[in-house]
């Protein structure tokens, strides 16, 4: 009798587990994409890739690395919150967008590119893209950092907004965040 407790309690747990768990290991979304940013003389790499149960649900990194393949940024996002990203259901298709992702396509490809900051403005202007850089700036740093040419690297980080970061003289570096209307 205990036997057919003990057995009829397992079915029962079987039954009950929840149909999620068993396609979590479905197809998956290890899928990645590469590409190029030059600094100089150098090529950093720029690698994308995302993993998880499937493509809707996957998690997206970006790795930057310098020409001796030591990782010098990093970020990871949801998959799904990011613009390129998102409409891709299948691997070979997050794969394409992973390659769009890491390709430096922006005409923003120095900081020369980045907008005016003008006298008497609180930040810099750019029309309908704003520019918000990150704290610490001011107005003459701004202009410095603008002056000095330095690479940058922009890349989508949500479904209205794209992520700067610059090769400057601390290294590679965050300086903010470029909107554009959704």
Known sequence: MRVLVIAGALALLAACAPAEEQDVMSEGCDARGVGAWNIGAETFS?????????CTRAVATLVVRNASGEPVWADAHIAADIMVLAPAHDIAAMNTALGEWTANGTAMQSTTALPEWP???????????PFYLNEGYTRESYNAMRAANYPMFCYVQGMESMRCIIHGESGVEWIGVQSFPG
């Open 119 to 129: 006298p008497n403005a609180d930040s810099p202007q750019n029309g309908e893209f």
């Open 46 to 54: 720029v690698e994308g890739a995302t993993s998880g149960p499937d």
